[in-house]
């Protein structure tokens, strides 16, 4: 039998779950339904990050990453105080370890003033006065940053979309997608067919595939880069109140390693950002062939590679040498040892690569006329989940509208 819905989301990550629930709250009396391929919720980027909620320090000005930062920070405060999610704004430091980080501080200062935050500049005695055991010259205090569980948050969403009217059906992968006149042909691996009236796609990791079944023409890729995280062992659980960031190198993309305290008290160090050889592979040796196959097809992915080559190799070679890993999380916390370093589970980011070798920064929504794609949404779209449903919301509100 063919199933029928209003709306169909595909993925159970936190984009997916936050717009399955706006969808739902808006549009109260229509069918939706969200598929999820694993068999549990936020199984991929959602469940594998660094529980940050950023404040927006970094983002270039006007973006939609700027502004669904900011917005999403206020937002996940408050959906995490209505549902008694545990989190707190404890405030991170982005640290200066040398002469050349300290000039670099200044435009970083700037940039956060610029999006709305009120940062402090502290020398080098007001930092070891507020955190003894971190070493720097100067660094840039931002207050309103903070720390969640984001499967927490992802599970409360769908509880909420449930208790609102919506399904969600787990085992259920998207093999084939058809668009006709008035409607989307969805087929599943576990040979469902499903109807729905307009289709939206969160796939993260496979949101270019999905785009691409779709039939829309991408000159983009997602290439998966892996973060490896360290936990601290336990007797180091205070050794920082702030999260500890580096100055970031404007030539590289990525925030660097960084000292996290978790929500459950526990502090990791990482990502890194190592080139992973399979988009859903958690493991060092993992390598998927059809990922492996169509990243070396693509132009943009050679390009990237020519460009970034140094600093790609270096994180490489600190993934592999816990000894290197250990000497970068010694530049602000010289006390920490080897032993200190226990293992813990490693994040894969969807980086939407264009094919000019550029990584994609900024929110990414391609549309057909009965589909959206939201096909990137790197850091800090767990922060941003619910600025980004409410955005795709509108976004379809307007185009059924003008229908
Ligand atoms: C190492 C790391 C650290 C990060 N740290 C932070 C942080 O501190 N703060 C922050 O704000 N952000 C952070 N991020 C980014 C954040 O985690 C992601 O931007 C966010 O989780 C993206 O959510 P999503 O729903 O788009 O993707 P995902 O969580 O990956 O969800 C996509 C879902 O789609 C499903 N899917 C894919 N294809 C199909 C298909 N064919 N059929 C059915 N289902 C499908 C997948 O199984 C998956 O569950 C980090 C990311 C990583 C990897």
């Known amino acids: ?51 940050v909620i950023h404040a927006g320090v970094y983002y270039e000005p006007g973006s939609l990453k700027a502004k669904f930062c900011k917005l999403g920070l206020e937002q996940t405060v408050e959906f995490c105080t209505k549902h008694q999610i545990p989190f707190e704004q404890c405030g991170k430091l982005i640290v200066a370890t040398n002469q050349k980080e300290v000039a670099r501080m200044q435009d970083l200062f700037d940039r956060c003033k610029t999006n709305g935050l009120n940062p ?16 720097g010259l100067a660094a840039i205090k931002v207050t309103e940053t903070g720390i969640v569980d984001y499967i927490s948050m ?27 006149q008035d409607y989307v042909q969805i ?9 729905a009236e307009f289709l939206i796609a969160c796939a993260g990791l496979q949101s270019d595939r999905l785009a691409k079944l779709m039939g829309l023409k991408i000159d983009f890729q997602i290439i998966p880069f892996r973060g490896d995280y360290y936990k601290l062992n336990k007797r180091h659980n205070a050794i920082v109140k702030h999260l500890i960031y580096p100055i970031p190198d404007p030539a590289y993309p990525f925030l660097g390693v960084h000292l996290t305290k978790m929500i459950d008290g526990s502090v990791t160090v990482g990502p890194n950002a190592v080139l992973n050889l399979s988009r859903e592979g958690y493991s060092k040796i993992n390598f998927n062939l059809k990922d492996l196959k169509q990243m070396c097809s693509f132009s943009g992915f050679w390009k990237l590679i020519l460009r970034s080559w140094k600093p790609g190799l270096s994180e490489i070679y600190s993934s592999l040498n816990k000894n290197s890993y250990l000497k970068i999380c010694q530049k602000y916390c010289p006390s920490l040892e080897l032993s200190d370093l226990e293992p813990y589970r490693p994040g894969v980011r969807a980086q939407a690569v264009s094919k000019n070798g ?8 391609e549309e ?30 307007k185009k059924l509208g003008r229908e």
Do not use: W
Not at 158 to 165: D, L, Q, R, T
Not at 358 to 365: E, G, T, Y
């Open 120 to 135: 402090a500049i502290l020398d080098q005695k007001e930092l070891k006065s507020i955190e003894p055991n971190v070493t």
């Open 1 to 51: 039998m063919l199933a029928k819905y209003d709306f169909i989301v595909i993925g159970g990550g936190i984009v997916g779950l936050s717009t399955a629930m706006q969808l739902q709250s808006f549009y109260k009396k229509k069918k939706i339904l969200l598929l999820e391929k694993e068999k549990k919720l936020a199984s991929h980027q959602t469940g594998h990050n660094s529980g």
């Open 154 to 180: 992802a599970n409360k969403m769908a509880k909420e979309f449930i208790s609102n009217g919506g399904e969600i059906k787990l085992n259920s992968e998207i093999i084939n997608l058809k668009e006709e």
């Open 358 to 365: 550029k990584l994609i920064h900024d929110f990414l929504v």
């Open 187 to 195: 087929q599943t691996r576990n040979k469902n067919n499903i109807k």
């Open 368 to 397: 057909t006329k009965r589909s959206l794609h939201v096909c990137n949404a790197p850091s800090p779209a767990a922060t941003s989940s619910l600025p980004i449903g409410k955005y795709i919301v509108e976004l379809v509100d």
